[in-house]
């Protein structure tokens, strides 16, 4: 009879490629099999969302990947943990294929798959710290200070990386405290699912004996009735249980379309916090966290200096589309054992037509600046200190900081012969003045989406 071990690594190989990395890693990593004493085999999840999840997504598919791979034609049967009963004298050492058992799944896999996903890989800057402070203190405190904790912001300044960081971090932990990943469009589905099966209690039960459980994408719930009614609910439980509930989403709290005026004023009522784009320096520190993973796969790669500063100065809109760059990159060169020039940098943004901005030097974020105010560039580079002209000569050294790859002293001797250290005050200015929520924030984006062109 044909090992289920080898079978269960081909099985797990095709579903990782066609469902994808993170669909894979959130939903079907724990999945493990077990080969009972009659010669039958079990897919066990580790819980009955999961199962329901995979039964209605993938069951299908892995049955059928199943019997491509083993020709004794046996029947699978996906069944939850929580739902075996006690094994018999008989099947006292059932044979174990995934997280617990076999080489090629064990919890190590479990982990690796999500690696990329870990506080360690978080890269921390202005436009995040207070989230990436947030969601540690989450792990230091039980119960936690703040609850729900909601994290918010544009797509791709890293929201599902910081909630699978800390779903990572609670399992790993010496509390043993289990959590819960869950994007909302999956906690619909596994809602309707329960609903169509007449078993929602089994569905709730799930979802809340968790002790963490975070939910990504919750403006995908708003404006549907008896999920968002469920929803509440569960939030409600959790919370009066003292579990720790996190919600992601790209809208602020008060911008969701909740219908349920209970709901919307649960999610104000937590801790909002918000993940601004990275500036420069940041977007550079996540590349090269980009790069130094990619090693681990290719390690003859090497990225020059020049490449990683034009890079990191030109993809300016979310880390998401600095990851595809880099990638395209790789795909160019490490894959066909070619060095990375700026030549397949080129090639790559004109694959993903990212064609149309300008280039950005200090002269034209000078001139924008000066034009946006209503003053000379003359005025910026003088030695003129009144108000009308500090304030844009400080938002033209920001942006100037932010969107060049132009060092600090650089940046002085083209804003009249200035020494570094007045740039650094001016950008710190700039940068304190957007996290207190000063209007320049907006200034600052809209000059920055002009500068850009």
């Known amino acids: 009879m044909t090992a289920p071990g080898g079978v ?22 724990r999945l493990r099999v077990r080969e009972e004493a009659d010669g039958g085999l079990t897919v066990i999840a580790p819980n009955r969302f999961y199962r329901d999840w995979v039964d209605d997504h993938a069951g299908a598919r892995l049955r059928a990947l199943w019997a491509q791979h083993d020709p004794t034609g046996r029947a699978i049967r996906l069944v939850a943990e929580e739902d075996l009963a006690p094994a018999g004298p008989v099947a006292a050492k059932p044979a174990l294929v995934g997280p617990a058992a076999d080489p090629s799944a064990n919890d190590a896999e479990v982990r690796a798959v999500n690696e990329r ?26 119960p936690s200070p703040f609850n729900p904790v909601f994290f918010y912001g544009d797509y791709g300044v890293g929201k599902t990386h910081l909630l699978n960081a800390i779903a990572h971090s609670v399992e790993l932990g010496q509390s043993r405290r ?19 099966k007449k078993d929602t209690i089994s569905f709730k039960e799930s979802v809340r004996r968790v002790d963490v459980l975070l939910i990504d994408d919750v403006h995908f719930i708003a404006g549907k009735p008896k999920t968002e009614d469920e929803f ?5 439980s959790l919370i009066a249980d003292e579990k720790q509930v996190i919600l992601a989403s790209h809208k602020a709290p008060a911008d969701l379309n909740v219908s349920d005026p209970r709901l919307a004023s649960l999610l104000k009522g937590g801790f909002a916090c918000e993940l601004r784009k990275p500036d420069l320096d940041l977007r550079r520190k996540i590349l090269d966290c980009k790069i130094a993973q990619a090693s681990t796969h290719y390690p003859e790669l090497h990225v020059p200096e020049t490449v990683r500063d034009f890079l ?20 160019r060169t490490a894959l066909l054992g070619r060095p990375v020039t700026m030549e397949a940098v080129e090639a790559a943004l004109r ?20 034009d946006r105010f209503g003053v000379k560039v003359s005025d910026i580079l003088s030695k003129r200190r ?17 969107m060049t790859t132009r060092s600090l002293p650089d940046i002085g001797r083209r804003f009249g012969d200035r020494d570094h250290s007045t740039v650094i005050h001016a950008v710190n200015k700039i940068t304190d003045m957007i996290a207190a929520g000063d209007p320049v924030k907006d200034e600052i984006e809209s000059l920055s989406r002009e500068i850009r062109g």
Not at 8 to 29: I, K, P, Q
Not at 126 to 134: T, Y
Not at 312 to 331: D, H, K, Y
């Open 386 to 402: 009144t108000k009308t002209v500090v304030k844009p000569r400080h938002v033209a050294m920001y942006l100037a900081k932010t």
């Open 312 to 331: 990191a100065a030109r993809m300016t809109a979310s880390a998401r589309e600095l990851e595809g760059v880099l990638n395209n990159v790789i795909g």
């Open 117 to 142: 996903f870990t506080f360690d890989t978080f890269m921390v800057g202005p436009s995040n710290e207070m989230a990436s402070a947030a969601a540690r203190s989450i792990l230091n405190a039980s």
């Open 351 to 370: 694959e993903l037509s990212i064609v149309s901005e300008r280039r950005v030097t200090v002269d034209l974020i000078q001139k924008t600046v000066a």
């Open 178 to 196: 289990k959590s819960l990943y869950l994007t909302a469009e999956e906690f619909l589905s596994g809602f309707v699912s329960a609903m169509r």
């Open 232 to 236: 509440l609910h569960t939030v409600a």
């Open 8 to 29: 269960w690594r081909e099985v797990r190989a095709h579903l990782r490629r066609e469902y994808g990395e993170t669909v894979f890693s959130s939903n079907m990593a």
